[in-house]
């Protein structure tokens, strides 16, 4: 592997007897396509797309090989030493944790996040190092849990009661959360300026530089915000793994017996016919059918003779009104006779009088 610079100071590095690659165009096009993925109105899980998200990754991984042979960065230098070209390359480790988390394969998504936070830590340790923003490194997925808290035949348990300490943290957490989302939209504000000046290709080393920081700075709130959501989904997927390993399997539930045949007859005479052939088959008559489902309760007219007999009630209820109407439609005199001295005592007694019943 042979290792030259271009004429933007950008070193490259080429195979013998290949075209070289250039290391900016890898990761221009590689950026590229996480905004295209980022932005596109396609399902994410469509096979386009992720051609697409596999394509990116594979070039932003042959970059950051590349940046690794050359020894791009140092831990003895400082931050004002990397040269303004060479500042975009930083943004390596989170442009692939970002393209990694867009790959959706099920099967393999425990994996996929936990690359994608190796990834984003790796872009958080390099930052701090040269001291780019101040901030926090989150800590190790080793460093969060400790052997007690989990064993082999035990699910991994959180804290029921939260105590003081853990109301402060929760807290301070909310609070830096808070300030992370104020650090971010002021940094896209500035962005968007820088943009465009470094768009119109008038930008000078200044403005170049001070536009990849903005970047840097950017990708650091959101990185920390990403690998908070990782870590809550890996332990959502953890507990998932766990149970689909551990589950005990469940004894089969015993079928039902097969129903025996039977050939239902209408008498004990048809009975002792059907029932003599070969092969025998039990038999059973309509009456004793109609008994034994009687007695579970379970006839379709068991019921009916209530309702029959409410119904009867009202029909016979009709029946007399039915009939008055008649007589006082023929003016039949007596029953004129009574409905006149009916309501000659309704004027002259309240309504109840002469009822006596539980008055004690």
């Known amino acids: 592997m042979a290792e030259c610079a271009d004429s933007d100071g950008v070193r490259q590095a080429s195979n013998v007897g290949t075209e070289p690659t250039k290391l900016s165009d890898l990761l221009d096009r590689g950026w590229k396509i996480f905004e295209e993925v980022d932005r596109t109105n396609e399902p994410l899980a469509s096979t386009s797309i992720q051609v697409k998200v596999k394509r990116g990754v594979n070039m932003l991984e042959e970059a950051s090989r590349m ?4 020894d791009l960065f140092s831990r003895n230098e400082e931050l004002e030493e990397v040269a303004t070209a060479d500042l975009k390359y930083l943004l390596l480790p989170a442009l692939l944790g970002a393209l990694t988390m867009k790959q959706t394969s099920r099967d393999k998504r425990l994996d996929t996040v936990q690359t994608a936070r190796a990834y984003y830590i790796d872009f958080l340790r390099r930052s701090k190092e040269y001291s780019v923003s101040q901030f926090e490194l989150p800590k190790t997925v080793n460093e969060d849990t ?15 009661v939260p105590g003081a300490s853990d109301l402060f943290a929760m807290a301070a957490q909310r609070q830096s959360k808070i300030e992370r989302y104020r650090q971010k939209k002021e940094l896209e504000a500035r962005l968007s300026d820088v943009q465009k000046a470094v768009d119109s290709g008038q930008a000078d080393d200044e403005v170049t530089r001070d536009f990849y920081l903005l970047n840097i700075r950017r990708w650091i709130t959101v990185s920390l915000e990403e690998i908070e959501s990782i870590d809550q989904e890996m332990e959502i997927l953890k507990k998932m793994d766990f149970l689909k390993q551990n589950e005990t399997k469940q004894p089969p539930r015993p079928g039902r017996p097969p129903m025996k045949p039977f050939i239902l007859t209408k008498d004990a005479v048809q009975a002792k016919v ?3 052939g070969y092969p025998s088959l039990p038999t059973m008559t309509v009456d004793d059918w109609y008994e034994q489902h009687s007695k579970h309760g379970v006839l379709p007219d068991q019921g009916m003779p209530r309702r029959i007999a409410v119904e009867e009630d009202s029909d016979e209820k009709e029946r007399e009104e039915e009939e008055k109407e008649r007589q006082a439609e023929n003016d039949d005199e007596e029953s004129l006779q009574k409905a006149r001295n009916w309501d000659d005592w309704k004027d002259d007694h309240r309504r109840g009088y002469g009822n006596r019943q539980n008055m004690g």
């Open 274 to 276: 059907f029932g003599a």
């Open 67 to 70: 940046v690794a042979q050359i």
């Open 146 to 160: 400790s052997p007690d808290d989990t064993s082999e035949n035990e699910i991994p348990k959180s804290k029921s």
